[in-house]
């Protein structure tokens, strides 16, 4: 693996790091970008999200977008810049929100069609817990909802 730098939003100009991600999403997603800029820009202002973002030579190649609420952590976003794909890039960024202080569990959505998405997460330790009919469009798709759970809900009350 090439060397990589890991960062986070704060380490970037909002608009600049929007404009980045809608393009490298443009290009690893088959059908483009699931957001517009505009949506990405929104989604990086907001205080309850964040990113993990995997440079090489200075240029984003991967990122996660997430929300925290309390003890959960929802995966909005994930994309691997085609040309630095399997690299190991998704698993490094999954270990990361595994790696979140004070998680339960950790949700996603993920396309029923989107094989090399869906045998990341199961890998590493995502199970199907429900199906949303027509969720994605362009084309329609349905999700598959699945849920991983970092801790014991128990634990915590010990």
Known sequence: MNNFKIKEK???NLTELADSLYNLAEAAYQTGS???KEQYLTDLTNALTNYFIIE???TIVAFLAYQKIVDE???ANLAVHPKSQ???YGGILMKLVDKISGVNQIFLEVRVKNFSAKNLYLAHGYE???RRADYYQNPIEDALIMVK???SILENEV
Request: no cysteine.
């Open 73 to 75: 952590v929802e995966v």
């Open 86 to 88: 399997n690299k190991g």
């Open 128 to 130: 199907v817990i429900s």
């Open 149 to 151: 759970k970092v801790r």
């Open 56 to 58: 090489e030579k200075g």
């Open 10 to 12: 704060k380490d970037y």
């Open 34 to 36: 699931p957001w517009k």
